[in-house]
C-alpha cells in the first residue's frame, strides 16, 4: 500500500466548473499538508499549505484537511482553463527518526473552454 | 529572480558514460533535494542535504551520488548510467525542509539512457 493514494486522472471538466482533487494517506505521522500545481514542462509550484485540520482559502482555492479521515483536498471554484495542470498532494511528517516529505502520484487536470 | 537554476534541461547519454546535472539556488536555502518524476510513481526522493557537507539517502539513492560543497549548489552524479534511470529529474531547495514554505523547484532535465 502506497503511503499516499491519489487518483491520477485525468480529470476532464468545463469551464467555471467546481473541481475538486483529493488525496488519502495511511499514516498518522503526517503533519503538514501542501498542494503542488505542475504545469506541463514545468517543475511543481507550491499552491497551498496547511497545518492544521480544517478548511484555508486562497482565491478560488480552498484545501481541506480531516487528520482523523486521514484525508485531504482542494477545491477550484470557477475553474479556468488555465488552470489545466497536474496537481499534486504532498505531506511532511516525522517518520522513522526523520523528516520525510512524501508525493501522491499527481492528478491531471484538464479545463475545457 | 528568486529560482532553481538546473542544467542541463535534456540530456541524451549512452549506458555508462558518467554524467552531472548540475543545480543552482540564490536564496540562500539551507535545504536542498532531488527527486525523479516517473509516470504512474510520482516523485520520488533520490537525495537530500539540510546544509553544506551534509547529505543523505531519500528512497531511491542507488546509482546517484551527491556533493554539497557550497550552500548554493548540489549537483547530481550519475558515475554508471543505466536505462533506468531513463526519467525527468527535479532540483528543490526550501528554507526549512518544506515546512511552512514548502519547495521550490528547478525547471527540470529530461535525461534519456540508451
Known amino acids: 500500500q502506497k503511503e499516499v493514494e491519489q487518483d491520477p486522472g485525468p480529470l476532464s471538466v468545463p469551464e467555471g466548473a467546481i473541481v475538486s482533487l483529493n488525496c488519502t494517506y495511511s499514516?498518522?505521522?503526517?503533519?503538514?499538508f501542501m498542494w503542488y500545481r505542475q504545469y506541463s514542462r514545468k517543475g511543481p509550484e507550491l499552491l497551498m499549505y496547511t497545518y492544521s485540520s480544517g478548511n484555508k482559502e486562497d482565491g478560488r482555492f480552498t484545501s481541506q484537511v480531516d487528520k482523523s479521515s486521514k484525508y485531504i483536498s482542494l477545491f477550484i471554484r470557477d475553474s479556468q482553463p488555465s488552470d489545466s495542470a497536474t496537481y499534486l498532494c504532498?505531506?511532511?511528517?516525522?517518520?522513522?527518526?526523520?523528516?520525510?516529505?512524501?508525493f501522491g502520484q499527481g492528478t491531471r487536470l484538464t479545463i475545457n473552454p | 529572480e528568486a529560482q532553481v537554476t538546473q542544467n542541463p534541461r535534456y540530456l541524451i547519454t549512452v549506458t555508462g558514460k558518467k554524467l552531472t546535472v548540475t543545480c543552482s539556488q540564490n536564496?540562500?536555502?539551507?535545504?536542498m533535494s532531488w527527486y525523479r518524476q516517473d509516470p504512474g510513481l510520482g516523485l520520488r526522493q533520490i537525495y537530500y542535504?539540510?546544509?553544506?557537507?551534509?547529505?543523505d539517502k531519500g528512497d531511491v539513492p542507488e546509482g546517484y551520488k551527491v556533493s554539497r560543497k557550497e550552500k548554493r549548489n548540489f549537483p547530481l552524479i550519475l558515475e554508471s548510467p543505466s536505462p533506468n534511470q531513463t526519467s525527468l529529474y527535479f532540483c528543490?531547495?526550501?528554507?526549512?525542509?518544506?515546512?511552512?514554505?514548502?519547495?521550490?523547484f528547478g525547471s527540470g532535465t529530461r535525461l534519456t539512457v540508451v
Open positions: 536564496m540562500n536555502h539551507e535545504y
Open positions: 499514516n498518522s505521522a503526517f503533519q503538514y
Open positions: 528543490a531547495s526550501s528554507p526549512r525542509g518544506g515546512l511552512y514554505y514548502g519547495y521550490t
Open positions: 504532498a505531506m511532511i511528517g516525522r517518520i522513522q527518526g526523520a523528516q520525510k516529505l512524501v
Open positions: 542535504s539540510m546544509n553544506v557537507e551534509v547529505t
